[in-house]
Nanobody, 115 residues
Framework: QVQLVESGGGVVQPGGSLNLSCTSTGTFQRINTTGWYRQAPGKQRESVAQITGAGDTNYADIVKGRFTISRDGAKIAAYLQMKGLEPEDADVYYC?????????WGQGTQVTVST
């Protein structure tokens, strides 16, 4: 069974940090890009950060300078280091892995930023 599993979400105060992890099981297509998205209730899922197999990264403007994406080149795994979290960052965060013909998704991990 092909599966992406996120972990590391939780509750943090404004200005705090969290580190998200995404691990995989099963046999995937060759993956070109892994990334993180987030989605609030009633809103569209939006890209947070992407990283290619070559290590090139792309960030949403709203998280630049605060979030850092990385990956494990030996397997399908991605990480998101989040610093300076703001209430607006509170969402469900999803890991994605994009191959030639499809994108795989995890089930999401909740990030809550609250006093």
């Amino acid at each position: 069974q092909v599966q992406l599993v996120e972990s590391g979400g939780g509750v943090v105060q404004p200005g705090g940090s969290l580190n998200l992890s995404c691990t995989s099981t099963g046999t995937f297509q060759r993956i070109n890009t892994t990334g993180w998205y987030r989605q609030a209730p009633g809103k569209q899922r939006e890209s947070v950060a992407q990283i290619t197999g070559a290590g090139d990264t792309n960030y949403a403007d709203i998280v630049k300078g605060r979030f850092t994406i990385s990956r494990d080149g030996a397997k399908i795994a991605a990480y998101l280091q989040m610093k300076g979290l703001e209430p607006e960052d509170a969402d469900v965060y999803y890991c994605s892995a994009t191959g030639r013909t499809r994108t795989y998704w995890g089930q999401g991990t909740q990030v809550t930023v609250s006093t």
